[in-house]
Structure formats: C-alpha cells, structure tokens
C-alpha cells in the first residue's frame, strides 16, 4: 500500500501558525527568500529491499529501522546495515504487561543508542495520554515489543496536542489552546513544561493543513518546521530554552511569501506544487525534502542560522529519511523500497 495525500496526516503534527490574518505568511512578514543555489543531481542505489507500508527510516548502531503504519501485520520492520538483511519485525499489538499497545497514529523519535539496546520514543497521537519507549534489542531478543518506559501526559492541560519526542525526555509539542495553535517544551523526568509560545490564537476558516516537518538542532539554539503545501521553511531561535519569537523568520525559494488562503486551495483541490514534506538535524545541518515535482525530491541543505547552502536532487521521490551523522550516507523509501545515497560532502 502506498501513501496517499490522504494518509500524509498519519505521519504529520498539527499546523504551525503565526499571530497574524488569514492573509499573511505565517511569520507576519519576516520572510527571507533563498539565495540562488544551483541543484547538483544524485543517483540514489536500490537497495533490493521492498518494504510494504514502509514510511519513515530510522538508523542506530548496526539497524534500520523502518516505521511501517500502512502494514496491516507489524509495525517496524528492521534491519541490518551490515548487509540490509532482515532481523526482524515489531508487531502492532504486544501480549504480556508492559508492552506496545495498539496505536492508529503515532510519531517516533530518532532511535537511541542506550547500554541495554537501541530505544524510540513513539507517541500515542489516537488517545494523546501517553508516551512509549520501544526497546528494539530486547523485542528482537524476546520476540516481543517491549516497551521499557511508559510515561502518562494525559495530566497536561495540553494533552490534545502533538508531542515529538527530542532525545531521551525532553518533547516539542504542538498544542490547541482555545483555538489556536503553539508550541511547548516538556520534561517529562521532572513532570515540568520548560516554556511554551502561542503562535496563532484564532483558527482560520478555509484551512485545515498539518505541519510536515520539525526538528530542533542537537545544541537547543534553534528549530525548525514546515507545513504541508508551504513552500517554506520556518525558524524560530531558542534563547536560554525559550523560543525568542523577534527573531523568527521563514525562508523559501519563492520571491513572496505564500498565504495561508492559497495554501487552503491547494490542499482543498489536492493539488499541492512545491512544498516541503520532512526535515531532519543531523552533523550541524537542517536537511528537508522538498518536492517540486512527482517524480523526484530536492535536498535542501540550511545550517544552524537558517541559511540555505545546498541543493540536492536525488532521481526518484524519498518523501521521507534518515542520515548517518559520521558517514553522510542518507537511507530513505522510493515507492516502499529501501535506497540510499551518499551527501556526506555536503554536510560538512
């Protein structure tokens, strides 16, 4: 089964939207377009690994760990990166105490190398009360999914909104507060919200669109988002944890800043042209997908301060990615099989 426009919010977080009408871009004018940066082609290597409702891949230590929703018989299919053989799958549905319970939507963290296993964090988006670590080794070992760590938000008064999971305990949420949308950061070892920042206080009739990518860089200085059908990436610096919202910007290719009416359109029709899809932080670099055409996906390469440096054209569409930080080698999913490509120079 392949993903759909339809099932792209299965994977997304809720928009993020600024304190501004209907008709703005969505930081209210702060808006940098991209300098001109020549595109530089990239052959992608099949891999020979087909994986049925693949969607998301994952790298630590020796696997590869591919999230696969739209797979009606497991959940995770992993790897080896050793020779991309399959060591195993995690099922949906565990059978002892303290194990992964069913989840219709959910959104997973970069994997964790740990002493006793390779871990993700994997929130439960369907009933918003709670947060799961997956312990990959001990499910591979004990023929199980175990999670080792349980943690209950449903005591936050933002508990309708989204969390993403940032290293071992600390989340970015994107939450509804009468309304309107923001973000918030929480501990969950000390049960404490560290900060959080309205972004848009009024929902906006005509639209209904999810955000496609987020991430914070590995220092906490600056994050990072986009929003599915925007052809922009938004950047909002951190300042002693907190989000400095004076300094946000958003910077795309395009010469103006598109509105949130013509994104409206787009999604209505189903017909979205350039846009970004996902966006991840590795080796000092954010790295998004942007997708200007049906048949391939554009790399673009911005550092910690926002600006663009590189773009890369891989030959077919990988929505969807992970990167190892020390060899540069980037694994993702064209049409459910495993590919990969090399981008390490670029990174540095």
Known sequence: MKTTMKSLPTFFALLLLASCNGSDNIFNGRFRQAPEVGITDIACERLGAEVPGGAVCYLADTLLVVHTPMNPEWFFSLYSLNDLSSVGQVVRVGNGPGEYPQYMLSKCSPLLTESDGVKMWVADQSTDRTVERINFTR?????????????????????????????????????????????????????????????????????????????????????????????????????????????????????????????????????????????????????????????????????????????????????????????????GLCSEQLVRADIGRWLR
């Open 139 to 331: 499910s591979l070992a004990e023929d199980r999914t175990v999670a080792d760590s349980i943690v209950d938000i449903s005591r936050l008064d933002e508990r309708r909104g989204y969390l993403q999971p940032i290293g071992s305990h600390l989340w970015m949420n994107y939450y509804i507060e009468k309304g309107g949308f923001g973000l918030l950061l929480y501990d969950s070892s000390a049960d404490t919200i560290l900060c959080k920042q309205t972004l848009y206080r009024e929902q906006h009739p005509d639209i209904g669109l999810f955000s496609a990518a987020d991430c914070i860089d590995s220092e906490r200085t600056m994050w990072a988002g986009a929003m599915l059908c925007f052809p922009q990436i938004n950047f909002i610096p951190l300042s002693d944890g907190k989000f400095d919202m004076k300094k946000a910007f958003s910077v795309s290719l395009d010469r103006r800043p598109v509105s949130l009416s013509e994104a409206a359109a787009q999604l209505s029709a189903q017909s979205p042209t350039q846009y970004y899809s996902f966006m991840i932080h590795r080796a000092g670099r954010f790295v998004a997908s942007y997708h200007a055409t049906a048949e391939s996906t554009e790399l673009h390469i911005f550092d910690d301060r926002g600006n663009l440096l590189h773009r890369l054209r891989l030959d077919c569409r990988v929505p969807y990615f992970d990167i190892d930080p020390a060899s540069g080698v980037l694994y």
